[in-house]
C-alpha cells in the first residue's frame, strides 16, 4: 500500500462547479495534512492545511478530514478555468519529519 | 520573511557526470530541509530529509547523497549521474509538522 494515494484523473469538470479531490494515506498517526496546487513546469504551491477532523474553509477552498478512515479531501467551489492544474496531497507520516506527497490528480475546468 | 533559492533553474548534463544542486533559505532558523524528484508526468518522489546540520534521513540512496554543512544549506550531490536522474528536482523549507515551501526547481536533463 502507498504511503499517500490520489487518483491520477484526469478530473474534468465545467466552469462554475464543485470540483472534488480526494486523498488517502496509510499512518493512522499521521496529524499534519497539507494541500498543494502545481501548474505545469513550476513548483507547487500550498493551498490549505489541514490538522483537525471536519472542514477548513478559505475562500472557494473547503478541506476536509476524517481521521478514522485516514482520507483528506478538497473541494473547489465555483471552477475556474484558471484552476486547471496538478494538486497534490501531502501527509506528515506519523510523528516523523517526512513529508510523502502523493501522486497527484489533474484538474481540467472546460468554459 | 522567509525564501528559498534553488540553482541553477536548468541543467543538461552527460551521463556520468558530476552533480551538485544548492539550496538555501533566508529568514528563518533551524528548518527542517528536503530534496525531492519529480520524474515527468509524476508526483513528487521524497529523496532526502534534514532535521539539522549534518543530519540526513535518505529515502532513495541509488547514487544521489545528500549533505548539510550550515543551518540553511542543502546540498544534493552525485559523483556519476545516470539517464534516470533526469527530472525536476525541488527543495523545500519547513518548520516541524508545518506546511513546506517550495524553491523554483532545477529541471535536469541527462543526456
Known amino acids: 500500500q502507498k504511503e499517500v494515494e490520489q487518483n491520477s484523473g484526469p478530473l474534468s469538470v465545467p466552469e462554475g462547479a464543485i470540483a472534488s479531490l480526494n486523498c488517502t494515506y496509510s499512518?493512522?498517526?499521521?496529524?499534519?495534512f497539507f494541500w498543494y496546487r502545481q501548474y505545469s513546469g513550476k513548483s507547487p504551491e500550498l493551498i490549505m492545511s489541514?490538522?483537525?477532523?471536519g472542514d477548513k474553509e478559505d475562500g472557494r477552498f473547503t478541506a476536509q478530514l476524517n481521521k478514522a478512515s485516514q482520507y483528506v479531501s478538497l473541494l473547489i467551489r465555483d471552477s475556474q478555468p484558471s484552476d486547471s492544474a496538478t494538486y497534490l496531497c501531502?501527509?506528515?507520516?506519523?510523528?516523523?519529519?517526512?513529508?510523502?506527497f502523493g501522486t497527484g490528480t489533474r484538474l481540467q475546468v472546460f468554459p | 520573511s522567509q525564501t528559498i533559492h534553488q540553482w541553477p533553474a536548468t541543467l543538461v548534463q552527460p551521463v556520468g557526470s558530476p552533480l551538485s544542486l544548492e539550496c538555501t533559505v533566508e529568514?528563518?532558523?533551524?528548518?527542517?530541509l528536503y530534496w525531492y524528484r519529480q520524474a515527468a508526468g509524476r508526483g513528487l518522489q521524497l529523496l532526502f530529509y534534514?532535521?539539522?546540520?549534518?543530519?540526513i534521513s535518505s529515502e532513495v540512496p541509488q547514487n544521489l547523497s545528500a549533505s548539510r554543512p550550515q543551518d540553511r544549506q542543502f546540498i544534493l550531490s552525485s559523483k556519476k549521474l545516470l539517464l534516470s536522474d533526469s527530472g525536476f528536482y525541488l527543495c523545500?523549507?519547513?518548520?516541524?509538522?508545518?506546511?513546506?515551501?517550495f524553491g523554483q526547481g532545477t529541471r535536469l536533463t541527462v543526456v
Open positions: 499512518d493512522r498517526g499521521s496529524q499534519s
Open positions: 529568514g528563518t532558523s533551524n528548518p527542517n
Open positions: 523545500a523549507w519547513r518548520t516541524v509538522f508545518s506546511e513546506a515551501f
Open positions: 501531502a501527509v506528515n507520516m506519523g510523528d516523523t519529519d517526512k513529508l510523502i
Open positions: 489541514i490538522y483537525s477532523n
Open positions: 534534514s532535521v539539522g546540520i549534518g543530519q
